[in-house]
């Protein structure tokens, strides 16, 4: 099989590898660190979920002894709650100036400042809760800082780190950390719940989340780079190979002068239809995240131990189908005929309808058969992780030079429905009642399926013209015209890396 090498200034280059190995790589190294940062920042997140039971003082009318404990019961009122899980959001809200600013600084700092923040506002949450829970608010504002800091630098370090064709498995390799972050803290924090010789329960999550944070930082610091060119053990050939590979995109160079072209980015459908599809995908799994403890004790009364256990399991049903539909958009896009673009819609689509379906199903089901609605929920979380190689691929596709940019647009409008969504549901959810719960997930099924019109008929994965250098179109052009004759004498080209 042929391939073509263009040659772009009339002088003979050396040969170019059109593939490199994945394993061993430090593409996986740098994707596989990404992935443990996201577990660290995320279970710093996602631990205030399950802490949240066992914090508050339950006015339920079933056993309550499991969640004993000497540490503290904290009189915060559902309105209070509300404001705690907003606040992570609110400082989402940064994301508009992080994301700007990832493609211009090392995002390899970024992210180091990210999870020492995060690890700072974990050791203070629980220090200094018991006085107000101004300070609970605090502390979650500052963690949603973190998080702002984290998925532009992930996202402008996918770009320059990998080829075009390995960007969805390693978006969702890096991505899956988030729910290895959840799966390793729900059930632990539902352990520590119930215990009291470490801290006295409860505040012993927040510091093993912290001290997680910070084994990470040590790691990293030693091991990380901001690009393939600054990571001193990479071998020659991979190096060349990641070059070549991206050398169209522009991506991976100094950024210092270049100016994010905001207009384009709002006229753009493709920008407008992955940030909608996005935030409709966001606020399923917010509920989920943030309010499925609440939810399973509530509704099924379930203790603290078997909590932990149960609400990690739709956790790992997101992960395990982010994973394998990364893996599939990546394996059809190599051996079928189909379009990347139609890939990334069809995949899309599907979890839409899943996620929508299966959060409606939950809501048939009472305490009786409460296996069946933890298995719907399961479901509906793995109907969701079909979104990373849909409308989350889409993002960093589109504008790959601009990726931080367009990651902290897209993220602000996640942040701001994040803001919202948490008070409106601990504005329902009154009294803890099934017919409560239900309304929530009524409303966050409408919402998942909005995504099957918005993203299929306006929704790319093609890079836009606007983010292409004048220099890439040009040599675009250059590499058309050179290959079109030996195209024709060869019938086909196999690959360009």
């Known amino acids: 099989m042929s391939a073509v090498h263009p040659v772009s200034d009339g002088l003979p280059s050396p040969p170019r590898p059109l593939t490199y190995r994945w394993f061993p790589s430090w593409r996986l190294l740098t994707a596989s660190m990404l992935c443990l940062c996201f577990a660290s920042v995320h279970m710093m997140n996602s631990n205030m979920g399950m802490a949240i039971v066992c914090m508050v003082n339950s006015s339920a009318n079933y056993d309550n002894t499991s969640l004993e404990s000497s540490a503290p019961r904290l009189d915060w009122t559902p309105d209070e709650q509300g404001y705690i899980f907003s606040a992570f959001n609110a400082g989402l809200l940064v994301m508009l100036v992080t994301g700007f600013l990832a493609d211009k600084l090392n995002a390899k700092y970024m992210i180091v400042a990210s999870v020492a923040i995060a690890s700072a506002a974990n050791f203070m949450i629980p220090v200094l809760s018991p006085y107000s829970v101004y300070y609970a608010i605090a502390g979650r504002f500052l963690v949603g800082f973190a998080d702002a800091l984290l998925q532009p630098a992930m996202n402008s370090l996918i770009t320059r780190w990998f080829p075009t064709s390995e960007r969805s498995y390693a978006l969702g390799l890096a991505t899956g950390g988030r729910q290895i972050g959840t799966l390793a803290i729900i059930p632990t924090a539902g352990a520590l719940c119930s215990q009291t010789v470490l801290f006295g329960g409860w505040p012993s999550i927040f510091y093993l989340s912290g001290f997680v944070g910070i084994v990470f930082i040590v790691f990293y610091s030693i091991l990380g780079a901001d690009k393939p060119s600054k990571q001193t053990c990479i071998s020659d050939a991979e190096l060349k190979f990641i070059t070549i590979a991206n050398q169209n995109e522009d991506v991976g160079k100094k950024r210092t002068e270049r100016k994010v072209p905001w ?39 379930y203790d603290s131990t078997e909590n932990g256990i149960l609400s990690a399991l739709p956790t790992l049903s997101l992960w395990i189908a982010k994973m394998g539909s990364s893996y599939a958009n990546t394996w059809l896009q190599k051996n079928t005929a189909w379009k990347k673009d139609t890939i990334c819609k069809v995949l899309n ?10 959060l409606i199903a939950a809501t048939w089901l009472d305490s009786s058969h409460a296996w069946m609605a933890v298995l719907f929920l399961c479901l509906s979380m793995a109907s969701a992780g079909l979104h990373t190689p849909g409308c989350q691929l889409a993002l960093v596709s589109v504008a790959p030079a601009y990726s931080g940019a367009v990651t902290g647009f897209t993220f602000f409008f996640v942040a701001v429905s994040g803001i919202i969504h948490p008070i409106v549901t601990k504005m329902i959810v009154q009294e803890r009642t099934a017919s409560e719960w239900n309304l929530v997930f009524y409303i966050s099924a409408a919402i998942a399926v909005f995504p099957i019109v918005i993203f299929n008929v306006w929704g790319s994965t093609e890079v836009q013209w606007w983010a292409k250098s004048t220099a890439s179109q040009q040599k675009e052009q250059k590499i058309k015209e050179k290959t079109a004759p030996e195209l024709e004498s060869h019938g086909s080209c196999d690959s360009i890396a």
Do not use: N, Q
Not at 275 to 296: A, D, G, N, W
Not at 349 to 358: A, R
């Open 349 to 358: 689509s599907i979890g839409s309808v899943g996620l929508g379906f299966f």
């Open 263 to 301: 207009m384009r980015i709002l006229e753009s459908g493709a920008v407008w239809a992955s940030v909608i599809s996005l935030v409709c995908h966001e606020l399923p799994l917010m509920t989920m995240i943030m309010f499925l403890p609440s939810y399973l004790h509530d509704v099924h009364h």
